[in-house]
């Protein structure tokens, strides 16, 4: 089965055709800067790539350059889009709705737009992904995949913020979680890596590239996460602040006379390791400063790891132990140095980063040492391959 995965954002629309199968990857490409004048395409691999300067004023005119470019044309992964089985769309925000991946009908979207509250961004760019898709391949199957489903599993204790209940029964205020779909992709390679079945481990999850979230999965099931009611929630991130005292929020935007909407722009967007830093969001550069001497970037990269290395202490007690921790995404399968920041004094919780292997690259991997407790490991994420394989299960069970 021939499933096209998309991931509409607010201003770009990224998309791989997977066979499912095979696991072959036919497809991937980027539509940026969707609704811009200076929008264009990448599409294909490597030295195959191609970059079309095209107009593309909104999603849908996004999803039909797509749909040439796989079909047609030097790069064309197949010969028609008959041969697009089903698409697999990724959704940021499902709320209490949904727990699983579910068939796109109407009611679905209706749920989807009625969430967009809590995701504007994510969940309304979905949205004009789905209707796309739609118009221009009226009948082809459709399906949902949810980052917050993996995280319905989690119990009141901590999904409920100590604020006013009255706020949870009249605005769903509570954790949701993101990134559910690598947390569980991770944990799911884990368990075949360790050669366990997922519900006999207990296994600490952390996605660290430019958005950050950690979980702690008890016997298969996700009892805490660290994002919450948004993606803004929990660790330090590229530009985000994660967890910070609440006070602080009122307390800037009294004294900067900043509106709510400017001070969630201040927190999402110029915080983490470039408001920290003051160069860039990115690791790789902060890096490269901090080992030139910038203090700031130093100082950047550690409270990074810093953050990390506070939940890791938080989940182990919240499940008693644990078996695994797993480093996925841009920064968690790349930074040695950064992952020797995560794990350095936890020895004496059973956890030894096995400094010679933390330096080897590759696929999914041990980094722990053979006396470790907790086994380490690096286990790519592919919340891509994911969403294709969810797609082709619910059609498969007709859900
Ligand atoms: P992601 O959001 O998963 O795409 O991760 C992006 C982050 O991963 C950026 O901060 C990158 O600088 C970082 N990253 C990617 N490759 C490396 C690397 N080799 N070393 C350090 N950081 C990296």
Do not use: W
């Not at 009908?105 to 749920?111: P, R």
């Not at 118009?135 to 119990?155: N, Y």
Request: glycine content about 8%; overall charge negative.
């Amino acid at each position: 089965m021939n499933v096209l995965v998309i991931n509409a954002g607010s201003s770009s629309l990224k998309y791989q055709l997977i066979n499912v199968e095979t696991h072959e990857v036919r497809a991937r490409g980027i539509c940026e800067k969707v609704g811009y004048e200076d929008s264009f395409h990448k599409h294909g691999f490597g030295e195959n790539e191609v970059v079309n300067h095209v107009h593309m004023a909104n999603h849908t005119e996004a999803i039909h350059q797509v749909l040439v470019c796989l079909t047609s044309g030097p790069n064309k992964a197949v010969d028609s889009l008959d041969a697009i089985d089903a698409v697999g769309h990724r959704i940021v925000q499902g709320g209490s709705y949904f727990d699983h991946s579910v068939r796109i009908n109407d009611d679905v979207i209706e749920k989807i737009s009625e969430l967009t509250e809590l995701a504007p961004l994510h969940n309304g760019a979905a949205l004009m992904g789905i209707e796309a898709c739609m118009s221009q391949m009226p009948g082809k199957p459709e399906v949902a995949v949810f980052d917050s489903a993996f995280f319905q599993t989690l119990p009141p204790t901590a999904y409920i913020y100590p604020i006013p209940y009255e706020y949870y029964e009249k605005y769903q205020i509570r954790r949701y979680g993101a990134h559910g779909t690598s947390h569980r992709y991770v944990a799911i390679q884990a368990a075949k890596f360790l050669g366990k079945p997922l519900e006999e481990l207990q296994l600490i999850t952390c996605h660290l590239g430019n958005g950050c979230s950690m979980s702690a999965i008890d016997h298969g099931v996700a009892v805490d996460t660290s994002m919450g009611l948004t993606p803004l929630d929990g660790l330090m991130m590229g530009t985000r602040c994660g967890a910070i005292d609440p006070a602080i929020v009122t307390f800037i935007e009294d004294h900067e006379d900043l509106s709510p909407q400017a001070m969630n722009d201040l927190m999402n967007k110029k915080s983490g390791l470039l408001g920290i830093s003051g160069i860039s969001n990115d690791m790789r550069s902060i890096d490269e400063a901090a080992q030139a001497g910038n203090e700031r970037a130093h100082l950047a990269c550690d409270m990074y790891a810093y953050s990390a290395k506070k939940y890791i202490g938080q989940y182990l007690a919240v499940m008693g132990g644990a078996d695994a921790i797993i480093l996925t995404a841009g920064v968690g399968e790349n930074s040695a140095s950064i992952r020797e920041k995560i794990f350095s004094g936890l020895d004496t919780l059973g956890i030894e980063l096995d400094l010679e292997l933390n330096q080897a690259r590759g696929g999914e991997r041990e980094i722990s040492t053979p006396h470790s407790q907790v086994r380490i490991l690096v286990i790519p994420t592919n919340e891509e391959y994911m969403i294709a394989h969810d797609t082709y299960d619910v059609l498969k069970a007709n859900i």
